[in-house]
């Protein structure tokens, strides 16, 4: 209990912007991941890790496609850095993180899935969440 305690202090930024996030979408979680709640919702253009909170797009729900369960288990790996890096990780791995996202967004729009992802993810913050989700990609 303390421990819990303690490991959301140590993330308390991330905590903070996670919960306001699912208050304003006003999701329930609909289930756990690894231990930790996962919120959908379909006003996430695709997933987001903050501290104990993974929102991700409800398309995303119930579905056992390599796609989600790689989504699933990479949000979890930033859950991790998360706890690894307490209250330096939004600066660290959300804020690269979002803004390789937007670029990809914008200045690859024309590219194919495949080209995109591969880009996006052989940044080293998402290079970092995959190893810790175990995620393994073809590309």
Known sequence: MLKNILLYIWQLPQNLFGAILVWLYNVESSR??????????????????????????????????QNSINTHNHEWGH???SAYLGWLYLLLIG?????????DRIAHKDWP??????????????????????VEREF
């Open 32 to 65: 756990e991941w690894n231990d930790v709640p996962v919120y959908y919702t379909p006003l996430m253009p695709s997933g987001i890790s903050l501290g104990r909170y993974i929102i991700l797009n409800d398309h995303y729900e119930n579905n056992t496609w």
């Open 79 to 81: 859950t991790r850095q």
């Open 95 to 103: 804020l690269p993180s979002l803004c390789g996202n937007i670029y």
């Open 113 to 134: 899935y495949t080209e995109s992802a591969k880009w996006y993810y052989n940044q080293p913050w998402e290079k970092w969440a995959d190893k810790l989700g175990n």
